[in-house]
């Protein structure tokens, strides 16, 4: 277990300053299992500049994430807040003397897991679970009628896998699925692609995506294993 912990105090003037405290913890409570957290305050105040002039900016920001990795799992999941400034400071214009609040936050999460199927032409598999959603509150002072529209939140899933079909000849088959919460379309995204190495230098990949209704050539990719010359370089593909 490590744990590590540090504090700045930076003042600078009137209309700029900066604190911030941070921690973070490292735990590893049984062999391969690995858990990471993190988290913190900041707080500042600053001088903005936009198409209405120059502004006062104060903020408190908190913020925390968390990974864990074991055997095939793998999950993080991160998390900050701005409170824009509060009553007593809050984020204003200098010319006009008018509030701009910008409260937000952002979150996210995923979970992932890789497993092999050897009775399956010796396949090797991935699958997870995205999550992701943005939230701001300008009491309606800066989005004004939208501002019951200004979340965005979007989810996702996907799955990747690799089969041995030869020696020299793998597939590999990936799709993933998307939506979000401004919009009920839906999208998902296939791909496939062969890959060949008929010798121990050359590699050749074929790919198919949504957009293609065939396979296509897409790549020929020399691998160099060794040191080659310039000459070689340039002109030893005609000579495969």
Request: aromatic share 16%.
């Amino acid at each position: 277990m490590e744990l590590n912990y540090s504090t700045l105090h930076k003042h600078k003037s009137q209309d700029i300053g900066r604190q911030l405290q941070n921690a973070s913890l490292y735990f590893r409570p049984k062999n391969g299992m690995e858990v990471v957290t993190a988290g913190g305050w900041n707080a500042g105040k600053a001088i903005f500049y936009n198409d209405l002039g120059e502004g006062q900016a104060y903020g408190n920001e908190y913020w925390g994430q968390a990974r864990f990795k074991y055997k095939g799992w793998f999950a993080q999941t991160y998390y900050i807040k701005n409170d824009g400034g509060d009553d007593s400071n809050p984020n204003y214009l200098n010319r006009t003397g008018l509030i701009v609040p910008l409260e937000r936050s952002h979150y996210e999460a995923q979970i992932q897991y890789n497993f092999n199927v050897p009775t399956l032409s010796n396949s090797e598999w991935t699958v997870g679970l995205d999550y992701r959603d943005a939230k701001a509150d300008s009491e309606n002072h800066v989005y004004g009628r939208n501002e019951d529209n200004d979340d965005y939140t979007l989810y996702g899933a996907y799955a990747q896998a690799k089969f041995k079909l030869e020696p020299k000849l793998d597939l590999f088959l990936a799709g993933r699925y998307d939506g979000c919460n401004f919009t009920s379309e839906k999208t998902f995204s296939p791909r496939a692609a062969l890959f060949l190495n008929p010798r121990p230098i050359i590699t050749y990949v074929s790919v198919s995506t949504k957009q293609q209704t065939h396979f296509l050539l897409l790549i020929f990719i020399l691998i160099y294993r060794f040191k080659l010359s310039q000459e070689f370089l340039m002109f030893g593909l005609r000579e495969l």
